[in-house]
């Protein structure tokens, strides 16, 4: 295993927690990140890859690489429309990555996909043409779906960030917070906290689908019980009835769910207390949903509980990057750093072998802004999360991510 691949996967959290020097007055690079000596390699026969030939007539070659072969990374995101602020914030976040680790010989291939999945096929087969040797992005489950044929005909991975296990496969990999992961974890953590009874207040959508299906089999997993659960749309007068009709269950579980955010989850959140549930003898718990400050103005989820990344590293991130950028980052920017940073430190491999499924699902992942997370065979991802808890005064972790998933977690 090459120096590059081991930092990665041992322990790059500390060096994607580097304070990146002030350049813009100094002009100075940051500090490169620290190699850890080698352990002894294992070899690892990778499983054969049939890749096609490719025309490298169209490949990008900067003048500055006469002499070497650079890695291309393409990226795909919507930089035009009306998502294009969160393409802009993802494709600076995978530039900060570019130029923290300070590898002259990878070359990053932005490319606009303006959120639409015809322009996200276009911009495939020209990062394809120009020799791309993997693909980051694109964000939404439509274009995701539309990138997966002529990656996978030109035996290219995709590193995706759409949340959509549907498009998950055939060499597209999600990087996304996937709600199953949190629902296991909130839901692990409470019964070691000793509860046992749990209720759900749950969207009418495919999101709310997901979240049911993977909550009742946590629930039960755990040998705890489900006790009752409740489905609204997300309208006033859609939450009103089955927040009642939970409310006067309440003496059969003390733990609810609240798998929404945002404005939704302020609509929400008050019901269950105005039919009086006490959220002091029941506990709240949500999805990474929760991970916004607009929650801490909410007075009935002060003591809740949900899953998240740790928020260290991701702080530090967040620091770095308002310093080089003058804004603070999106919320998801970070999985662009990730993925960046991961494409970089397997760019050392031998050409066609660098992002081979073996090299990207390898069983002791990788580390990032937002912790330790691998791939799996299906496309999927595993986190190492946190629990966080609601305070009145800001999110506490009341229980660590671990840093392997390995050996499982410990908590």
Known sequence: MNSAKHVMRTGLVGALALVLVACTSSGNKPTPAPQRPTTPDVTITPPPQNIPDRNTSGFLKPRHLDANEPVRVAILLPLSGGAAPVGDAMLNAAQLALFEFDNPNVLLIPKDTSGDPAKAAQATR??????ADIILGPLFASSVAAVAGPAQSAGVPVIAFSTDRNVAGGGVYLLS?????????????AVLEGHQRF???LPQSEYGQRV???FGQAVLARGAELAATESYTPTTDGMLAPAERLAKLKASYDVVLLPAGGTELQGLAPLLPYYDVDPRQVKFIGTGLWDDPSVLREPSLVG??????????????????ERVFGSKPHRISSLAYDAMSLSIALSGGQPGQRYTVSELTAEDGFAGIDGVFRFTPEGLNERGL???????GGFVVVSPAPTSLTGGPVF
């Open 304 to 321: 809740g509980w949900f899953a998240a990344p740790p928020p260290e590293t991701r702080k530090a991130f967040q620091d770095r990057y």
């Open 177 to 189: 917070f996937l709600p199953e992961e949190d629902i296991e974890r909130v839901v692990d953590f």
């Open 386 to 392: 946190a629990v966080m808890e609601v305070r009145p």
């Open 212 to 214: 049911r299906n993977q």
């Open 126 to 131: 020209e990062a394809i043409s120009e020799g």
């Open 199 to 201: 209720a759900a207040m």
